[in-house]
């Protein structure tokens, strides 16, 4: 099970290649994104008509993919502005969504509202029932979109600011504190990859209620564009432990530091396994909703997969690094 | 008896217990302001739903009355430095601080304990006697002397400490694999100029036989007169690397000024005397040296207390070596540091006999993330998290969109892996086991899986 070990690995270059090859790249995608979301939004909300609507939902859906490229990116500038939980929570609260539209009364960035904006809120307005015809008669409703879009759009853009400042001090910081830098990207890689498997997965399939399913849990029901994301989130993930660029530039990562230590089983196990993941997704009926209602032991079998493979990322990666699973910096013995 | 009685009755300087009794006391009050400071007892002992209390009964205070026992601990510990209400100073901080500690099991760490004993010393020795608030309010109790045992128990301690730590190194992990250290040491390997060095193995090697020899002789160097200064040295360097190394807070402090105490009266005579000019407190000229009696109570007292102290920490090795690293049983209060890098990952599952539906838990729902990495690999937590998990669950209805999820009798069941000292993760506990059922005693615990996996 020993490979050959290498003593020269430098976690650096790992912090490197991911912020300057994934990270940096990936928040600029995503805004670019959003910046062309904004702009159809803008050319809607000057002349609505059925063909505009489409192509907005259309660029809703790419910048909602991109976004599942930069959420467990949960630290330093994405977690001031808490990008993973403003743009991402679901299931989105329809009751708060129409109450704030009713009374024109609410703080988008209150935590409160963390479920009634981001995408999952877009996905609601956007593509639930009768949407171009509730949009277009109230100017409420326009009023809300148009303040969503242009708030995820400006978080997106404090984020690459402060990354500008930030990286420096980011990729030199490979202790093991668990405030670190490297500390904190396998931290909240693991947390993701946790949540993923609970969020998409665990609690639409009724895991923790006695397997009585919930489709009203899946992300993104109204667009149905849950498996899209599920296997943009996994594939990100992969990216992430192979050290593979958003740009297409490749270097060093977990994997390769895996190796370095000599756990070429547990590397491998790991690299494969998201080879694994896809493929189940892939052979997945459309949609989740779908799935749950005609195939749900492939989706049995998927969670209980990803489930499984938490061993290999919690105990055996995390142990063989000799970082600490936790969130605060607090005295050991 | 009557030699153990002479050598406990001896009579010597008070200098040096007095010099301990400052330091120590501004360690706590540091101690204590950092916790404060750092946020901790909130995230510790206020933002948890459920404890993993030591003795059952005993819980956090509700919410912000938290606060209060640390305040009254620091309070305590001013009272020691200045050797004010000196004895209800140190009962004060030896019960407020033990209350805390005994809270919660995943806030457990050796040197709590260690703190929690010396607390508990410092109530019963004359500390106060010189250089003290008390001796200038009333002269009368002013000594400089006491009777040996004051200050030899406290070196015993001590020395216990370090015995110990280091007859749990000869180990076939710490030596012959120098785990866990090649784990943590490795990860220093981008440090410029010695990274290269801390990422060999052989750096690792050399930290674990050095640690362990250090350990097991440290004891005995500080008590000759001769080797002291030397010994006192390596002190200095060994807990200086510890702290710049690993996460362990203010323990690498305590243990560098706690064992001044080795130093002879002249040692502290030099900086005490400054620190008496500087409060303008005045010895009594008159002052004599004294003689002491013995004392039946007191004899007892020692030996008792010094054998509960070596008995404690020979119980683990009588375990065999499975149960104790593996089971845990025996680990805690037997100066077993940084012995082991355990992670756990651990699921459990609620079934219901009536519906025939199984749930499975969200730990976090539950506890915080550090208790969730405490938790899931000691035996005595998982069964206590299981029993908590038990009464959330049992009686209790939830709504699904099938109506609501009615639960009687659940039973708690959980599957979990753990990874020991670089090892690859292995079952720890198989989930077929109806945890409500299962006894935590000291007998071995048939329930957890065997130990399997080679390094």
Known sequence: MGGMKDDTFKKTELLMQLTDNYILPEYTYLQSELTILASTWNSFDKQPNEIQLDSLKAQWKRAYIRFQYVKMLDFGPGMNQNLAMSLGTFPTDTLAIETNIASSNYNLSSISNYDATGFPALDYLLFSKNAYSNITTAQNRKVYIGEIISKMKAEIDKTITEWSTFRSSFVDGTSNASTSPFSLVVNNFIRDYEILKWTKLGYPLGANTGNIQNPALLEARYSGIGKELLRANIHALQQIYLGKGGNGKNGKSMHDYLLALGKTTTATTIENNWGIFLNQIDSLPTSLEAALNSDKQKLIDLYNAIHFNTIALKTDMVSAFGILITYSDNDGD | ?455
């Open chain 2, 1 to 455: 008896m009557n030699r153990i009685n002479q050598y406990l009755f001896k009579e010597t300087s008070i200098l040096p217990l007095v010099g301990f009794r400052i330091i120590f006391g501004m360690l706590m009050v540091i101690g204590t302001l950092r916790f404060l400071f750092n946020g901790w007892v909130h995230q510790l002992y206020i933002q948890p739903k459920f404890y993993f209390g030591f003795i059952e009964g005993i819980t956090p205070l509700p919410g912000n009355w938290m606060y209060l026992p640390f305040i009254v601990l620091l309070i305590g510990a001013i009272g020691i430095v200045f050797g004010a209400f000196y004895r209800v100073s140190t009962i004060l901080a030896f019960i407020s601080f033990t209350y805390i500690e005994i809270l919660d099991k995943t806030n457990y760490l050796n040197h709590y304990y260690f703190v929690s004993l010396v607390l508990f010393l410092l109530c019963f020795v004359p500390a106060n006697a010189y250089l003290s608030w008390d001796s200038k309010r009333n002269p009368s109790i002013q000594k400089i002397s006491v009777p040996q045992w004051t200050i030899r128990i406290l070196q015993f301690q001590l020395g216990v400490v370090y015995f110990f730590a280091g007859v749990a190194k000869i180990h076939p992990d710490w030596l012959i694999h120098a785990q866990p250290l090649a784990i943590w040491l490795q990860a220093y390997r981008d440090l410029p100029i010695v990274g290269d060095y801390f990422a060999t193995s052989w750096l690792a090697f050399a930290f674990s036989w050095f640690g362990c020899i250090y350990d097991l002789t440290i004891p005995f160097f500080l008590l000759g007169n001769k080797t002291r200064p030397y010994a006192y040295f390596f002190v200095v360097v060994f807990h200086i690397v510890t702290w710049l190394l690993f996460p362990i807070g203010v323990f690498p402090w305590v243990m560098i000024f706690s064992t001044l105490i080795f130093f002879p009266a002249t040692l502290h005579e030099k900086w005490l005397s400054k620190v008496a000019t500087w409060c303008r407190w005045e010895k009594d000229k008159n002052l004599l040296n004294s003689h002491f009696h013995r004392n039946k109570l007191i004899t007892a007292f020692v030996l008792v207390y010094a054998f509960i102290q070596l008995l404690l920490p020979i119980r683990s090795f009588f375990n065999h070596p499975q149960t104790l690293f593996w089971h845990e049983e025996g680990m805690r209060f037997s100066w077993r540091v940084m012995l082991m890098h355990k992670e756990g990952f651990a699921t459990f599952y609620v079934r219901d006999k009536n519906s025939k539906r199984e749930i499975q838990v969200r730990n976090e729902d539950f506890l915080t993330v550090g208790q969730i990495d405490q938790m899931a690999t000691q035996p005595d937590m998982i069964k206590q998290y299981a029993d908590y998990l038990y009464t959330q669950f049992k009686d209790s209805s939830f709504q699904t969109i099938q109506g609501p999820l009615q639960i009687r009798k659940p039973s708690i069941h959980a599957e979990i892996y753990v990874s020991l000292n670089g090892r690859n993760a292995q079952l720890f506990l198989a989930k077929k086991h109806n945890l409500q059922e299962k006894k935590y005693t000291f007998a071995p615990h048939k329930w957890l899986e065997p130990f399997t996996t080679k390094l």
